[in-house]
């Protein structure tokens, strides 16, 4: 199972931004798919964004024109970049990768956006 360690993830006033940071432990070429999800207290967990092997890629409705995800396939490394937060953006945010059949989630990082 692929390892992955997230980091960029803590505490900012809404309208700010962070960007998260996922490495992982193997190549993130050639992966069925790769990205993020979050889960808020009470809430399942949802996807935020992913980049799939086919090329296309998924956005959360609600993140839509304010997350973008990118990939550092030469540093084996995948990025959230998070733009004008909500408070409902409030969340542990895992990265992951979809290997085959087999899905590696990282150990999440939390973000929160205070009002």
């Known amino acids: 199972q692929v390892h992955l360690v997230e980091s960029g993830g803590g505490l900012v006033q809404a309208g700010g931004s962070l960007r998260l940071a996922c490495r992982a432990s193997r190549n993130t070429f050639n992966v069925n798919a790769i990205g993020w999800y979050r889960q808020a207290p009470g809430k399942e967990r949802e996807l935020v964004a992913s980049s799939r092997r086919d090329a296309s890629s998924y956005l959360l409705d609600s993140v839509k024109g304010r997350f973008t995800l990118s990939r550092d396939n030469g540093n084996n490394m995948v990025y959230l970049q998070m733009n004008n937060l909500k408070p409902e953006d409030t969340a542990v945010y895992y990265c992951?990768?979809?290997?085959?059949?087999?899905?590696?989630w990282g150990q999440g990082t939390q973000v929160t956006v205070s009002e």
């Open positions: 992951y990768i979809l290997n085959g059949r087999t899905t590696s």
